[in-house]
């Protein structure tokens, strides 16, 4: 087996990817919907983290991003959304294409790109200072939306994000008042209120008991029938219970890579990289 | 049956003896005295204050805090001691409050370039230029107001006064600018910014990260993440960094000395030139006091030492009760 390190030929070289998904996955580019890294690096400093990562997030599918600490996952979901240029010294190269569209490009204002493409962070972290109410509307008014119906959005987040028939009775209620869990489907909720195309999610569950993270994945998999997501995660079960896509990270000391990406029951069952197999079976990381 | 019978005995708490190391046991000693010290010091000042002060307060009354009069004796009846510090008071709170509503803005504009704005290398520079500012000598700063400061100051005064003649506060008798309220608050502001600045900025730097990044996360602007975020998780330090700044600016002495008229009249015109601040009272008045003079002034000080321990436990209170959200 040979190294591979773009995510795109391993997934072309391996026979054993059924070929609908990969004509949905690699279709040209002028139709692609969703969101694709094109050859991206990542800099901190003089500090090479990341190196030549590219990977497709096709439309209405969940990806996970698996791999040890420190290879550059959440480095590179940071990417996606330009969130990365708010460390200082952080530096980048290569393309993110949504529907097409460089979303690095001069003309094209940061803030717009991540109303579209959204995050949820690894802590559960409602603002404090506002009810659950507020949560859910606070990026309609951060982003200076226009919408008719505050209820409406209100109820439709928090069904979709799965805590609606919890705290229906008491939206006034500060964020804080609910379970680790609650809340962090509270700040899924609160993402979804701008109506994203992508949701990334930066080890949503690591802070959360295992009930929780049940629901969040039940929840996560209800949102892949509209959205893409795609799903940081050190739990290897939890990226073969809820991705359909998944791709692996290693570093060897120097910046991360990609060592390959698949449809996640091939991933499981039979990649094409040894470290690959060694990693999913739990011999190290 | 056993354990049935056991549950229906419900002890009595055990009492938890806490034993300390050595180590911990002087430390404890240490950090228990160091802060016993500076309650005790606050108590014997206050006491000092009051026992020196209490025949004023017993001959005077009430008057002397509301009289404005500032007459020494000739000591041979002809004219006869009249002390109270009622227009001093009034200025120390006008000149303190004018200092704080044109410190905070910039205070708290400062602190968030600072944080948020400000490219990392300017950044250093400023916040050393910062702590180096809070520790200048106000008498410097006064000296800068008086020399620099004043002719900006009056020309500032004639432009409000011509445009907000009408607002009571800004409507002057005499059109003498000079050494006018409005100036030494001017001066005392910029005395206090820095301190401001400082806290506050600390108090913003604070703020979690990931809620920050959840606002830009969200479509947000940088604003949009300092209104949102920010400004409600540093409402404390903000207060409490006012509060600083106000007691700085009641208790200040020397640059309100060179930059204000002394006039014992109640006076609420911020640009006209007279006013009044109880720490310069003592000052100017301290060196040729009669016996019966030093106990009004040190009457004076009580009253000052009252007013800034009121201003910090308000804050205090405003402070508990702005985090109780959370």
């Known amino acids: ?285 | 049956m056993d354990g049935v019978a056991k549950t229906e005995i419900i002890p009595v708490p055990r009492e938890l003896a806490v034993v300390y190391n050595r180590a911990d046991r002087i430390f404890r000693r240490i950090v228990t005295s160091g802060a016993l010290t500076s309650l005790i010091l606050l108590g014997l000042i206050g006491m000092f204050l009051f026992v020196k002060s209490a025949q004023i307060f017993n001959d005077r009354g009430i008057s002397f805090i509301t009289g404005s009069n500032w007459t020494a004796g000739s000591g041979d009846g002809v004219i006869i001691d009249d002390f109270s510090i009622g227009p001093m008071l009034t200025g120390t709170i006008l000149v303190a409050v004018i200092a704080l509503i044109i410190a905070m803005p910039l205070a708290i504009g400062g602190a968030l370039y600072l944080e948020f704005y400000a490219p990392f290398r300017i950044r250093k520079i400023l916040n050393a230029l910062l702590d180096l500012a809070a520790a200048i000598p106000s008498l410097i700063f006064g000296l800068w107001g008086l020399a620099v400061f004043t002719s900006f100051g009056e020309r500032w005064s004639v432009l409000l006064n011509s445009r907000f003649g009408w607002i009571p506060f800004i409507k002057v008798q005499n059109e003498v600018f000079g050494r006018s309220p409005f100036i030494a608050g001017c001066v005392l502001a910029s005395l206090i910014v820095p301190i401001i600045t400082s806290v506050t900025r600390e108090v913003f730097s604070r703020t979690p990260r990931d809620l920050i990044d959840t606002c830009y996360a969200l479509g947000g602007s940088r604003w949009g993440a300092i209104r949102t975020v920010v400004l409600p998780f540093g409402r404390s330090g903000i207060i409490g960094g006012a509060m600083l700044g106000l007691g700085r600016a009641l208790g200040e002495t020397v640059a309100v000395y060179l930059l204000l008229n002394i006039v014992f009249r109640y006076n609420f015109r911020i640009l006209e030139s007279e006013g009044g601040n109880i720490a310069s009272l003592i000052a100017t008045k301290f060196g040729e006091a009669t016996e019966y003079e030093l106990k009004a002034l040190v009457a004076a000080g009580f009253v000052l030492f009252i007013l800034t321990l009121a201003v910090n436990m308000l804050a205090a209170t405003i402070v508990q009760k702005s985090t109780v959200r959370k």
């Open chain 1, 1 to 285: 087996m040979k190294t591979l390190k773009q995510g795109e030929i391993a997934m072309v070289e391996n026979p054993q990817i059924n070929v609908v998904t990969m004509v949905e996955a690699h279709s040209p580019q002028s139709n692609f919907r969703g969101l694709e890294a094109k050859n991206i690096h990542a800099w901190f400093g003089k500090h090479h983290v990341l190196s030549d990562v590219s990977l497709r997030f096709p439309e209405r599918t969940v990806t996970g991003l698996i791999g040890p600490s420190g290879c550059g996952k959440s480095t590179f979901i940071r990417l996606l959304n330009r969130m990365h240029e708010f460390i200082p010294s952080a530096a980048m190269a290569g393309q993110v294409l949504k529907d097409g569209e460089d979303i690095y490009a001069p003309e094209i204002d940061a803030a717009t790109v991540r109303l579209k493409i959204g995050m949820v962070f690894q802590k559960p972290n409602p603002f404090p200072a506002m009810n659950i109410r507020e949560n859910v509307l606070s990026g309609i008014k951060l982003a200076h939306l226009k919408v008719a119906d505050h209820d409406s959005i209100v109820e439709n987040c928090l069904t979709r994000a799965g805590l609606w028939k919890e705290v229906k009775d008491r939206l006034n209620a500060t964020g804080g008042s609910l379970s680790g869990g609650q809340q962090q489907r509270l700040c899924i909720a609160r993402s979804l209120a701008v109506e994203p195309n992508v949701l990334l999610m930066d080890e949503p569950c690591s802070a959360l008991d295992p009930g929780s993270t049940l629901r969040i994945e039940e929840t996560i998999k209800e949102l892949a029938e509209k959205i893409a997501v795609v799903i940081v995660t050190h739990n290897m079960q939890q990226a073969a219970r809820v991705s359909d896509f998944c791709a692996f990270f290693l570093t060897d000391g120097g910046p991360g890579y990609l060592v390959e990406a698949a449809p996640t029951k091939i991933l499981f069952t039979n990649p094409s990289d040894v470290r690959t197999a060694d990693y999913v079976q739990g011999k190290f990381g």
